[in-house]
């Protein structure tokens, strides 16, 4: 647009607009950026405006000729917008026609691709199975296999695209379906050729007799169209490893020669593989040598085992074939290899629990021999390696063998605990009779001049020869710390010397077998306290004789525990040399177990006595016959039971507790007695004469019960001394007394208190006797006034 750009005076005139720049020139120096600027001096007015009239004619006509260019530019910008938009509507239109063209061919194209793989996919399928024919007609079995594998993937692939399902897919799959199984028929076919099993009855294949039967036919001549096509073995096994069925096969193979060759050769020693050669076949077979071997040795194992895995290597496993593994490029392998893989684990613990564990020396002087099992079990290892059985890492086998002593400490210690075990449960009845003259046969103690003896030796040599000797001496009797004469169960001395042995192996063998043997000795009296009052519980209460050698065989344990470990101390490895080795803390245990016996067996001999004497109708009125006969007849029950017992325990108890049992029944029915007759209120001349005669019986017959001895003639010491085990028998003699004396009799043997009548009766029981006795006279009164 146009632009005025014509300024104006103040009279009118145009002025030039730069008033304020005028201004600072006619100042004549500005201050600016902080410096001071000269400025020019400024003309005066008139000159101005003449130089403003002269520029302004020079800028209009280029100030018009701009004018006119802009609006020349703008016309040309609308022109330009106008044929842009025509031009991108036009470029659009075709563009999405073209676009729309090449996805449609694109697709086209994909689905021709689409089409083309799979009539080639079609075409590879159709040519793999007329190879495969061809092949399998020619015997080519690998090449039928590979063909038949390529139909597969063929298939695999067709069935992989989506959106063209075919329905010729499912006849293909048919069709490959049957073709593999007949190539896996013709396959079993030319395998059973190549080994034929003749097997006995399966309801028999378990005994020794059906084993014998059990053969192995090995084809070893090709017919001459199989030399032709290759080896058969290779050419079969090779087929199956492509088919992928070579595992399957060899799986069933693997389990019947486990089951009818080798597992049998390790079970039943007398059995001896040998081979039968022919013409075209090799025969394995078996021929019984010694039927009454029990055990063969590994090293006999190992050999017929290794000559049966020789004869399969040699004509039927020593070859190569392609094994697949998925993901993977194929492996070749031995057939041997893939043999081993599947049986050795089976093979190795069968060999471990029938044949290893049978070597395992039972005596730790045989371990040397050992030896000799654990080369021969190397050398076994070893060939199977060269055969291609085993891999070259150490098996399990060979480090059961070389772990000998382990097993050998694990296996002593399970026979120990056994041969306990079955000593434990057997009859208690059967003893021995043990004096302190007779002990356990000991192994050979330590030498005593080692350790602190020998320097108490030494110190003893250096002694002047005029020191005084300060020992005592009275002696004590080599009998003072023995275990006193008695029976104990033969089982039991057995246990005994089994312990010692246990131990005495222990001090020759390696310090964690001696560790092992020292508390499996240790285990067996822990189980002797938890399995004998168990096990022999129902005869231990009914049978007192039982009772009586139970409590025999736990104090005999208990002496031998204070010393056991103490012997053997010094001869055990060095960790229980510091105080571990010690049996002291089982003894309380056994003496509380044989005491808890024993005496609930005298409770039970008490309850008897008491109950018989229940039926003496509590001694009263003995002028009636019924009444005299009953208590008579609990008298006589009473000492039967005693003199039973006395036989029962006699030469089985010690004879010092022998009398203190006996002693204590006995008192038992005295105790009774007595406080049965001081009880009664009312005791006529004729009662007091039948009660004296019935405590005459038990006075006289009483002794007699103690015969803890065999010989009659030694017994009479033990029954003289009476009173000594008899507590109450003083007092049962001073009521026979009473029962018999007069009152002035009474007053003298009470003697003011002092007297042997005082010594067992109270003041009181006296006087209620007295009362009982004597009618209540004068005579009487005064009596009973002395008693106090």
């Not at 059906?210 to 199989?226: A, G, I, R």
């Not at 290759?230 to 193979?253: D, M, N, Y």
């Amino acid at each position: 647009m146009p632009v005025n750009l014509t300024p104006r005076s103040c009279n009118g005139k145009p002025q030039p607009q730069n008033r304020g720049k005028a201004a600072r020139h006619a100042g004549g120096s500005l201050t600016g950026l902080g410096r001071a600027v000269t400025l020019p001096r400024v003309p005066p007015q008139g000159e101005v405006c003449s130089a403003i009239t002269s520029k302004y004619s020079e800028f209009l006509p280029s100030a018009q000729s701009a004018e006119e260019l802009v609006s020349q530019v703008d016309g040309l910008s609308g022109s330009i917008e106008l044929l842009r938009a025509g031009i991108e509507e036009q470029v659009q239109r075709d563009l999405n026609v073209a676009v729309a063209e090449f996805t449609e061919l694109k697709q086209q194209l994909e689905r021709d691709t689409l089409v083309l793989s799979i009539l080639k996919k079609l075409q590879e399928f159709d040519t793999a199975i007329k190879e495969y024919n061809t092949a399998l007609l020619e015997k080519k079995y690998v090449v039928a296999a590979q063909q038949l594998e390529k139909a597969r993937s063929s298939l695999k692939m067709l069935e992989s695209r989506k959106g063209f399902e075919l329905k010729i897919l499912k006849a293909l799959g048919t069709e490959l379906t049957v073709q593999t199984q007949n190539m896996l028929y013709h396959l079993g076919e030319e395998w059973q050729k190549l080994a034929v099993w003749k097997l006995p009855p399966s309801k028999e294949s378990s005994s020794l007799e059906s084993v014998m039967h059990s053969e192995l036919h090995l084809c070893t001549l090709p017919s001459k169209e199989e030399e032709i096509a290759g080896p058969p073995v290779a050419s079969v096994l090779q087929a199956f490893a492509v088919l992928g069925e070579l595992r399957t096969k060899l799986k069933i193979f693997g389990q019947l020669l486990l089951k009818y060759i080798l597992k049998p050769l390790i079970s039943y020693p007398s059995l001896q593989p040998f081979t039968e050669e022919l013409s075209d076949v090799v025969i394995l077979r078996f021929r019984c040598e010694d039927p009454n071997l029990d055990h063969s040795s590994p090293v006999e194992v190992f050999d017929k085992i290794k000559f049966i895995l020789e004869v399969l290597h040699k004509y039927l496993l020593n070859v190569p074939v392609e094994q697949r593994v998925e993901d993977k490029k194929e492996c070749r392998v031995t057939l041997a290899e893939l043999l081993g893989d599947m049986i050795w684990e089976e093979l190795s613990d069968c060999l471990i629990q029938n044949c290893l564990v049978n070597s395992i020396p039972t005596n730790s002087s045989k371990l040397e021999q050992y030896i000799e099992v654990i080369k021969s079990t190397e050398e076994f290892e070893k060939a199977l390696k060269n055969m291609q059985f085993l891999k070259g890492d150490t098996t399990d086998l060979l480090k059961y063998a070389r772990n000998v002593n382990s097993h050998f400490a694990n296996k002593k210690c399970q026979d120990v605990i056994v041969a306990a075990r079955n000593l434990m449960t057997s009859e208690i009845h059967n003893t021995v009779k043990i004096t302190p003259d007779s002990c356990v046969a000991l192994p050979k103690l330590p030498d005593p001049g080692s350790g602190d003896h020998l320097k108490m030796q030494k110190t003893s040599k250096q002694l002047p020869k005029e020191m005084v000797n300060l020992e005592n001496e009275t002696k004590l009797s080599q009998y003072t710390f023995s275990l006193p004469t008695c029976r104990i169960s033969s089982s039991v001395e057995k246990l005994m010397e089994l312990a010692y042995q246990t131990l005495l192996e222990a001090t020759a063998s390696t310090d964690q077998c001696c560790i092992q043997l020292f508390y499996s000795v240790r285990n067996i009296f822990q189980l002797f306290y938890d399995v004998v009052p168990t096990y022999h519980k129902e005869n231990l209460q009914k049978l007192p004789q039982l009772a009586a050698i139970h409590h025999n065989n736990c104090m005999y344990i208990a002496h031998h525990l204070l010393t056991m470990g103490h012997q053997f101390r010094y001869r055990l490895t060095n960790i229980l040399c510091d105080g571990a080795a010690t049996f002291v803390d089982l003894v309380p245990g056994f003496r509380r177990l044989g005491m808890e016996c024993f005496l609930a067996q005298m409770r039970v001999q008490k309850g008897e006595i008491l109950e018989r004497l229940s039926s003496a109708r509590n001694f009263s009125n003995m002028d009636d016959e019924d009444n005299y006969s009953a208590a008579n007849k609990a008298i006589r029950q009473v000492l039967h039971q005693l003199k039973r017992l006395g036989k029962v325990w006699q030469d089985v108890l010690p004879v010092n507790i022998y009398c203190k049992a006996m002693g204590t029944l006995l008192n038992t029915a005295l105790s009774e007695i007595v406080t049965r007759i001081a009880a009664l209120e009312d005791i006529s001349a004729e009662d007091a004469d039948r009660l004296y005669s019935l405590c005459r019986i038990m006075v006289e017959e009483g002794p007699q019960v103690f015969t803890p001895l065999p010989e009659e003639d030694k017994n009479k010491k033990y029954q003289e001394e009476v009173p000594v085990y008899v507590q109450k028998w003083m007092t049962f003699k001073e009521l026979m007394i009473i029962l018999q004396a007069n009152l002035q009799e009474i007053v003298d043997q009470w003697a003011d208190g002092k007297g042997p009548l005082a010594a067992e009766f109270s003041p009181a029981e006296v006087k209620s006797l007295i009362r009982a006795l004597f009618q209540n006279t004068e005579r009487r009164a005064a009596a009973l006034a002395k008693i106090k």
